[in-house]
């Protein structure tokens, strides 16, 4: 039987402010993917493109949670629907 998730494995994953904004990015179409490369050595590069120019739906995201707690932040994340 497989390894059932917690919340616990989201802390192990070593979550940086950076990492958190790509996924706030991505999940609130603030950025979009524009290419994703893959070399003969396997490497990876995924060119992700965004406007800056005005205040977009993850800034005011951003705005809302910039008081909060990582862990606060994950449990609304997760409990979104």
């Not at 494995?9 to 993917?33: C, N, R």
């Not at 005005?54 to 862990?71: A, Y």
Request: net charge negative; hydrophobic share 40%.
């Amino acid at each position: 039987m497989g390894k059932r998730n917690t919340m616990n494995d989201f802390y192990d994953h070593k979550l940086t402010p950076q990492k958190i904004a790509v996924i706030i990015g991505l999940v609130t179409d603030a950025l979009q993917v524009q290419s994703i490369l893959v070399d003969a050595n396997q490497r990876v590069e995924i060119v992700l493109e965004g406007h800056l120019s005005k205040k977009s739906e993850m800034d005011r995201m951003m705005d809302d949670l910039s008081d909060m707690k990582f862990g606060e932040v994950m449990d609304a994340f997760m409990k979104r629907k």
